[in-house]
């Protein structure tokens, strides 16, 4: 006898938004910013999830954040606006009253940071314990212990063609790509990404922060690449100088750099 379906199923799954950091309020300097961002292209968000982070803002200017207005300005530009970051506990419940989220994930992140770095603190300074001498030598392994191996670094390999409409996310980890990364394909990675073939479509590397993060390919035909949320575009094509070389694109500032891999 067949077993009846259950008329719902939860299943762990994982869903990539972009930081939208707001250093005003004034949905029209947002507009504005917004446009000039996009370029005028209709779908450069693509319906994409957007997590609102107030955390730059004076108190005052956060508490008279209009979220009916900055959410409706989001959907013009095909963002769903589905959480707020950052927000003082005397504005969740308003927050929530407008159908967001709160997302305390960064603030979880902070607050393990903290304690490993409190941690690593209190270890340098407490002093090494002094051990007696042993009056009876014994042999030099004896004495010192081997160093525990450091843990490998996580690494995403996929060697097909990533296709247009594809979306391939590595979490806390490095992204290869062995095969061409198709236009209307999009590639996220915590770490960097390395893409052995040209490199179409979207590159997102450090989503989670790391501004260290890199983009590395063999020939850069992208639409977009962002290290750490900091776009940028090529609306009007790419340096003919770097056409087919392969390339690396990094963070200096506020400023995506593309160079060749002979500029290390």
């Not at 949320?229 to 506020?254: C, D, I, M, S, W």
Request: aromatic share 4%; glycine share 8%; charged share 20%.
């Amino acid at each position: 006898m067949q077993k009846a379906r259950k008329p719902i199923e939860i299943k762990i799954s994982t869903v990539v938004a972009i930081s939208a950091i707001l250093h005003e309020t004034d949905p029209t300097s947002l507009e504005q910013a917004l446009k000039e961002m996009t370029g005028g292209v209709a779908d450069f968000f693509e319906d994409e999830f957007a997590v609102l982070d107030i955390g730059t803002l004076e108190a005052d200017a956060a508490a008279g954040i209009d979220w009916s207005a900055v959410v409706a300005l989001f959907k013009r530009f095909r963002l769903n606006t589905v959480a707020v970051r950052n927000a003082p506990q005397a504005l969740h419940e308003g927050i929530v009253a407008h159908g967001l989220a709160i997302d305390t994930s960064a603030v979880a992140g902070a607050g393990a940071a903290n304690a490993r770095a409190q941690q690593a603190a209190a270890q340098e300074a407490e002093p090494a314990p002094v051990q007696a001498a042993d009056p009876t030598p014994g042999p030099a392994t004896a004495a010192a212990q081997p160093a525990a191996a450091a843990p490998a670094a996580n690494t995403v390999v996929i060697d097909t063609p990533v296709r247009a409409g594809q979306r391939i996310y590595a979490r806390g980890a490095d992204l290869v790509v062995l095969a061409v990364v198709n236009n209307g394909a999009e590639l996220i990675a915590d770490g960097c990404i390395h893409v052995y073939a040209p490199l179409r479509g979207r590159a997102l590397a450090g989503a989670s922060g790391n501004t260290a993060a890199r983009i590395f390919a063999a020939s850069l035909e992208a639409e977009l690449v962002s290290i750490a949320g900091v776009y940028r575009t090529f609306e009007n094509g790419h340096a003919p100088e770097l056409a087919g070389k392969q390339v690396q694109v990094r963070l200096q500032g506020e400023r995506i750099d593309v160079l060749p891999m002979s500029s290390w």
